[in-house]
């Protein structure tokens, strides 16, 4: 199976596995991770999905051994995947285990809080082999890094490290190599056992800025706050801090 899936309490763990190809990836993959992000989706139980790779890659990007130039197909299959990744009402975290280059890396950065381990590295691998980054690359990169940093990295193909990646702003944080799945797992706990209503909503939000004037993004927050205010969980963050108790969040609505 080219995707696993492992269901813990609260949240999903998904995991990219062709090991011995750098979990490089082909439209079958993608299919059954938009299926995986779906059936996450659909369980009212989970509240946060962990996305990593098998093996000591995270994802070499497309496979280079099953395409040829008609991209497109291939391309809408993938972006259905970052479509869905950040519509997901949930957080993702991705722990980035190892290499993530090209689609790769860009399918990380498509997800909400990333960690990589210090020898992982974030390669725009495109410009290598005469393509542009894709999957939301030159939507996230600059947004992430600024222009200037975006484009030397889309042009030069270099790998970026972990730690520099985190020092930029790519990224959320490098972390051990060994210490890395067990810090992705206790930081998807702790969202799992987040106000997921809430934390969906601010998703969102974060997501129409990027487009938004001022005055349409302070309109929309005033909208999704009303939303926000409407769920158990905000009557109960605002309990538990009068009480002052730790909030038990339900993320039901
Ligand atoms: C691979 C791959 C790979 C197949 C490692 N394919 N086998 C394009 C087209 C269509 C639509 C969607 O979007 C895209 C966008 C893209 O993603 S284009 C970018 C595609 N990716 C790349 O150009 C990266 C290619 N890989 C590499 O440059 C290196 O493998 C990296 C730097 C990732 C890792 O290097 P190493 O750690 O030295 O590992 P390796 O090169 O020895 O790889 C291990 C094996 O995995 C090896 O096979 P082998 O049989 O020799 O053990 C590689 O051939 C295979 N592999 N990436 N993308």
Redesign the pocket.
């Known amino acids: 199976m080219t995707i696993l899936v492992e269901k813990h309490a609260g949240y999903r763990q998904i995991t990219l596995n062709r090991p ?3 979990n ?1 990836l082909t439209a079958e993959m993608g299919a059954v991770l938009l299926a995986a992000l779906g059936e996450a989706q659909a369980d009212g139980d989970c509240r946060a999905i962990l996305l990593t790779g098998a093996g000591r ?1 995270f994802c ?6 099953q ?1 040829g130039s008609d ?1 497109g197909g ?2 809408d299959g ?1 972006n259905a995947v970052i479509r869905k990744l950040r519509s997901l009402e949930m957080p993702v975290v991705c722990a980035v285990n190892g ?1 993530a ?4 890396a860009n399918l990380a950065l498509a997800c909400d809080i990333v960690l990589a381990a210090t020898s992982a590295s974030f ?1 725009q ?2 410009a ?2 005469g ?1 542009i980054p ?2 939301g690359g030159t939507w996230f990169l600059p947004r992430l890094v600024g222009a200037a940093r975006a484009r030397a990295l889309a042009m030069l193909a270099e790998p970026l490290s972990a730690e520099r990646a985190a020092a930029w702003g790519l990224i959320w944080q490098a972390v051990d190599d060994d210490k890395l799945l067990d810090e992705a797992h206790a930081l998807t706990v702790l969202l799992a056992q987040g106000p997921t209503i809430g934390l969906a909503l601010a998703k969102r939000a974060l997501d129409a800025a990027e487009t938004n004037t001022l005055d349409e993004q302070l309109n929309l927050e005033r909208d999704l706050q009303g939303e926000a205010a409407h769920n158990p969980d905000y009557a109960e963050g605002v309990r538990a801090f009068l009480e002052k108790r730790p909030p038990v969040f339900t993320g039901k609505r």
């Open positions: 011995d190809r750098l490089a890659g070499a990007g497309q496979d280079l051994s395409v991209l291939l391309l993938y290499v280059a090209g689609a790769g390669i691998a495109f290598k082999i393509l894709d999957v």
